[in-house]
Nanobody, 124 residues
Framework: QVQLVESGGGLVQTGDSLRLSCAASGGTFSSYAMGWFRQAPGKEREFVAR???????YVEDSVKGRFTISRDNAKNTVLLQMNSLIPEDTAVYYC??????????????????WGQGTQVTVSS
């Protein structure tokens, strides 16, 4: 069983930055792919970014160039650095673990474990 705990959310202004962190426990973190998703009010949960077990990354087009995903296997942590935030980035952000550590997988159904989420609010 894998437990995931997100932190780092908050209320910021347009143009600000935030760094989200997700701490994992249980299982073998280095073998998993990790992803970030977000869910805005009234909308479905959507893919944001993924980092494979080999460290290669894939970022959704709407945040490309602004968001960066990284991982620290020594600390069992995955990070999401968010720069140049805009109000459309307002959402609850979730990290997720995919036991299939390779490939580009962006579907919610492909991820096995989820955190509880952290709120990010960007004011205009």
């Amino acid at each position: 069983q894998v437990q995931l705990v997100e932190s780092g959310g908050g209320l910021v202004q347009t143009g600000d930055s935030l760094r989200l962190s997700c701490a994992a426990s249980g299982g073998t973190f280095s073998s998993y792919a990790m992803g970030w998703f977000r869910q805005a009010p009234g909308k479905e949960r959507e893919f944001v970014a993924r980092i494979k077990r080999n460290g290669s990354t894939y970022v959704e087009d709407s945040v490309k160039g602004r968001f960066t995903i990284s991982r620290d296997n020594a600390k069992n942590t995955v990070l999401l650095q968010m720069n140049s935030l805009i109000p459309e980035d307002t959402a609850v952000y979730y990290c997720a673990a995919d036991l299939v550590g390779n490939y580009v997988r962006t579907s919610i159904q492909e991820y096995d474990y989820w955190g509880q989420g952290t709120q990010v609010t960007v004011s205009s």
